[in-house]
């Protein structure tokens, strides 16, 4: 029998749009094509202008805001675009993933498949098709409650944004594994916090074709022993799928499968549901990899034969763990 868990997301999210862009509504589709019949979909409510404010500036949010009350379609950056109903839109997607952590506090696995992705995002600045950061304002949520949050992002691009707004804390554990060097070149593995927050944030940046023997050594190596030492109540993972293989913009070689993996075993470590929100992805094998993900999530044990990890990745495993014990 299959463990009860959800998606959240909705027609809402194809009314942020523009032709020939990467970031576009048919990634959405091909997403939700991977959700199988036995998931209970939900109609997400939108985030708050005072949950987005938990971790964006207010003149920020205002500006969003404003623009798309101009009308039109208009680029903020160099590949983040807004159209009028953008602000709505984003703010739908930072609800979900709040939704998705709700019902996490309730025992069940939900997954936010929303668009515009968020962890790029910064504080006061949109980046790389983000407009709002929907782990954070999730996370940032779900500190108001009095839980410890663990976020872990294996986006392929490195989760800057998500970062910058935690670097400090101590409440929040920050994991994410990446393509070194991808954009936005942030995410080095001495990059660990400051202050209290100093060992609370570890970064793997692995090199470009790495497969599931990589992401499994700095997983089961570094990432799955931190989370369980920080024991924390609420696990928000950054699931962009931009490592398969098939990805136009990345480099890795993950196949569908390898992400149920990366779900299973990190369910298994964290011992709390898992609220799981869609960053990157825009290959054609996105709808079988967000499949794979719920049978995981449903208690489906992958079948999978871990090879030997490269040198490289080893290395960055010591040199983490060196810096971080």
Sequence with gaps: MKRKCSALTGEIFTCHEMERHSECNARLVMATSGVPDWVEVIEPDPATVSDLERVHKPHYIRMIRELCALGGKRYIDMSTYLTADT???????????????????????????????????????????????????????????????????????????????????????????????????????????????????????????????????????????????????????????????????????????????????????AKVPLALVLEGGYGPSLGPAVCSVFNALGGECPEYKPGEARDSTKRVVSQLNNLIS
Aim: charge should be negative.
């Design 87 to 269: 602000f709505q839109v984003a703010s739908f997607a930072a609800g979900a993933v709040i939704g998705a952590v709700q019902r996490t506090l309730m025992w069940e696995h939900s997954f936010a498949l929303v668009r515009p992705p968020g962890h790029h995002a910064e504080p006061e600045s949109a980046m790389g098709f983000c407009i709002f950061n929907n782990a954070a304002v999730a996370a940032a949520y779900a500190l108001e409650t009095g839980k410890k949050v663990a976020i872990l992002d294996w986006d392929l691009h490195h989760g800057n944004g998500t970062q910058k707004m935690f670097y400090p804390s101590e409440r929040v554990l920050f994991c994410s594994i990446h393509q070194v060097n991808s954009f936005p070149r942030t995410g080095w593995v001495d990059e660990i916090g400051i202050g209290d927050g100093k060992g609370y944030t570890l970064n793997a940046p692995i090199r470009e074709g790495s497969t599931l023997s990589d992401y499994l050594y700095v997983f089961n190596g570094t990432f799955l022993p931190a989370i369980e030492k920080f024991s924390p109540d609420v696990v928000i993972i950054s699931a962009g799928f931009d490592a398969l293989s098939d990805d136009p913009i990345g480099g890795m070689k993950l196949n569908p499968e390898d992400f149920g993996v990366l779900t299973y075993i990190t369910a298994n470590s």
